[in-house]
């Protein structure tokens, strides 16, 4: 028996990375989930490691009408939400002031900031009227420390999800619902594909893996209702830019 069974999980971000990590670790715990990202190949893959349980709700979540068709699906199937993984974000090649496009500032502001926001606004009714909910933010260390690696953009969208969940508490918390605000460092996903400057496979090796993200997020949605992780950071032990900073002392 699993701890999470009869509960109806929603994971964006669900066909690869955190997100694909996250939606097994909540299966294999028990939960019912459902899986959303733009492209349906990579969703229905993770589907049928999951089983029945599985449901593939494809959406682009920076069209609030998109995130909608999402809830309205399930209400009718489900008709509640126990948990909402908020975890689908970006990164683009050009993210740095010298070569940021006003094309480049939406993908970046909308693709990481808007589409959570819009993902809340569906989650919270259901979790209102259950007076019980969990919503669990994938932003990263640059919502918290400012850094030059992820571009001005991105740190500033991933901030914005940082002060927003600290927010969303001190609005919910009367109403049964946990907000927490995961902030990992580099962790070995497909969104390194998109770094200006190409990470080895030695070097991801090293990272942070999605598993270990899966397991972490699987520990927050299983903690009683009675308490709340606000903010947890997780980062490899071989830190590149502490590493980085001891090698500039020799
Ligand atoms: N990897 C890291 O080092 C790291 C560190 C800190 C924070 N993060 C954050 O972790 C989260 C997950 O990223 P990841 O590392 O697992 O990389 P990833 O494998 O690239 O995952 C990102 C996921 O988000 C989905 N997505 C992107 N834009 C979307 C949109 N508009 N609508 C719906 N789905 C969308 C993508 O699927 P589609 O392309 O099919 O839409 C993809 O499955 C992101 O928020 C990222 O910013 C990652």
Redesign the pocket.
Known sequence: MGKLDGKIAWV??????????AALALAEEGATVIL????RE??EDVARRIGDRAHVQ??????SAQVQKVGDYIRKTFNRLDILIN?????ILERHWANLTPEGIDTLV???LS?ALYCITVALPFMRAQQDGLIIH?????GRFIGGL?GPI?VAA?HGIVAMSHGLNMEECVNGIRSTVF??????????D?RPNPVSAEERAR??Q?AD?GDLIRYIATMPKHVVINEVHLSPTWNRSYVAALRSKL
């Open positions: 964006t971000g669900a066909g690869s990375g955190i997100g694909e990590a959303t990202g733009r492209r990579p969703l494809p959406a682009d979540l920076t069209v975890n689908a974000g970006v990164n909308h693709g990481n589409s994938t932003a990263s260390m640059a992820s991105y991933k902030l990992p460092g580099e962790v070995a996903t497909p969104i390194l998109k990272m942070v999605p993200c």
